[in-house]
């Protein structure tokens, strides 16, 4: 099949033109019925994942809870899919992708409880994970959205309340407030500084 660079509708995305393909060795997010081919990720935001990645499973979030880069498909008018670098599912949306054939998170499922992009330099990189991607992550549901931003030295905490996302912009120093991680350990406390393996 050749991928063209014309908006797909919804229906025909799921159908044939990108659940029956092969994952490409490339990365790729569907935005609005185009194929964007993300830039290749970092050493640091490799790491940056796997320490959260690591973290969670400390915490005692059950390990096949814990996703890296799994697609989720977004409603709107074109189709859209994001891969997350990061995602905790929820027990029912975990029970849901039991069995399927491809690890996507269909609209059809519950939302993931929480999704973490860890953002690369850019413009266009930047914008899509502060803007686009916090009103999907926000139609979709999904109860925490946070950005890592190795480049400003922050972490942006979304968590959605009555509908909407609350944000806070936490620096160097401050400890994430976050209600998946008070849920499994009220104690604990995660700082930016361990997130962004910068020293304190």
């Known amino acids: 099949m050749v ?6 509708s919804l229906t025909a ?4 033109d990108y659940q029956g393909q092969e994952p ?3 990365t790729y997010e569907l935005e609005n019925g185009e194929l964007i081919a993300l830039p290749p990720e970092s050493n640091l935001n490799q790491k940056i994942a796997s320490v959260l990645f690591f973290y969670f499973a ?3 979030v059950p390990a096949d809870r814990i996703r890296m880069k ?3 498909i977004i409603s709107g008018e074109r189709a859209t899919v994001r891969v997350p670098d990061l995602m905790i599912l929820s027990a029912e949306l975990a ?3 039991e069995g399927a054939s ?7 499922m519950p939302p993931p409880c929480l999704v973490v992009e860890v953002a690369s330099p850019g413009k266009t990189n930047l914008d899509r994970d502060y803007r686009y991607k916090r009103s999907q992550y926000q139609a979709r549901a999904i109860a925490e959205y946070w950005i890592v931003d190795p480049m400003a030295h922050q972490v942006t905490v979304f968590t959605l309340v009555e509908g909407l996302y609350d944000m806070a912009v936490l620096g160097l120093g401050a400890a994430i407030e976050s209600p998946l991680v008070t849920a499994y350990q009220p104690a604990v406390n995660l700082t930016v500084n361990q997130v962004l393996l910068e020293s304190p």
């Open 3 to 8: 991928l063209t660079s014309s908006p797909l």
């Open 13 to 16: 995305f799921l159908a044939e």
């Open 24 to 26: 490409p060795e490339q």
């Open 58 to 60: 400390q915490l005692g």
């Open 70 to 72: 799994t697609e989720m």
């Open 95 to 97: 029970e849901a992708l």
């Open 102 to 108: 491809r690890s996507t998170v269909t609209l059809d």
